[in-house]
DNA sequence: ATAATATTTAGATAGGCATCTAAATATCTA
DNA sequence: TAGATATTTAGATGCCTATCTAAATATTAT
């Protein structure tokens, strides 16, 4: 995933309450949905752009389908955001 | 600004060289143009974003206008992401 | 098997955005 | 004051994306 597609799958206002949502614990889309005034198709989209950028995971449980944040991308993905915006590279070598 | 608006400037792969660019130093236009294979006129709309964005500021200096990055506001911003990423949110009350 | 519930897929539409060329503005130099 | 250089503004175009309705798929319950 590069830096841009990270970028631009958090730039969506309803995916960062998705991601809000998720934060607290895992949950069927339906339960997300009360959060947000979209469509149901329209969530089911922001949640696929969310599953391939690797944010969130979703599993099947009876008739529901429980999304959950990936934590550990989402830790990676602060550290590298992190990195982009604060190093300084003035006095670093070109590695 | 929102951080939506941070990210969708923070989105898109040229105005992530120019941010890259002017951490290593302040630069004109001109010379920032030189790692960017597009317009005078499109970067322009970019920097444009930027500043818009408080992530950059330029100022005129003689023919030339000089960017610089916002260094503390890129520190805020990045602040403000990995909270947003990764404050667990579980046991906390709602303040 | 049928009906009900949960979610996704298909297909269409409208608005936003990155890009370009051409022209305008600002500054410096001769 | 011209002409040259640096950058922005105007206006147009094509693509991407968020959104919707309608239909399809998957699962459970009767």
Redesign the pocket.
Known sequence: MSLSQTF?AL??P?RQKIIDALKKREM???EI?LNL?????????????LKRADLIS?R??????IYSLNLSVVEEVAEKIAKFLTTDTKFRSTD
Request: glycine share 8%; hydrophobic share 30%; aromatic share 0%.
């Open positions: 631009q730039s969506e309803n069927p889309v339906s949905a005034n979209i469509t149901l198709p329209t969530l089911s989209h922001h949640l696929d752009i979703g099947r449980e009876g008739q529901q389908i």
